[in-house]
């Protein structure tokens, strides 16, 4: 996993906020790591609860989201995000490790816009974000 070459067509430019909900203190690191080392601003939550709080305070460009949190589930955190007129645009791309048959769909059907299992291919991850935050998936 090297982080060294930079891709024109992946950097921002300018710094956009990514809000990453991950429980896992290792998964979020790697999540910062990443995404700041292709300009992107990153604001962490560890549950839904913060992460709505998060919300709050700023409206990011993008969220990436674990979807087996503490609490309340990601798919239910999704459901609300989506259901709110102020953030209901806010592409969210789902991350998880349990994939199941019908996982996508159901993700999908929740207002995810994406979704990627883990373990996370990081030059895809990297490819989707820039994607949604170019507008170039729906």
Known sequence: MSLGHRSDTLSTGNPQPILVIE??????KV?????????????????ADEALACLEKVVPALILMD???????????????????DLCSIPI???TAAAMSGDRERLLTAG??????KPIDIHLLLERVALHLKGNLT
């Open 31 to 47: 999540a910062r790591i990443v995404l700041q080392s292709e300009g992107y601003e990153v604001i962490e939550a560890i549950d």
């Open 67 to 85: 979807i087996a949190l503490p609490g309340q589930s990601g798919e239910e955190l999704t459901r609300q995000i989506k259901a709110n007129p």
């Open 93 to 95: 791309i789902a991350l």
């Open 112 to 117: 995810c816009d994406d979704y990627i299992s």
């Open 23 to 28: 429980d896992q203190a290792l998964n979020r």
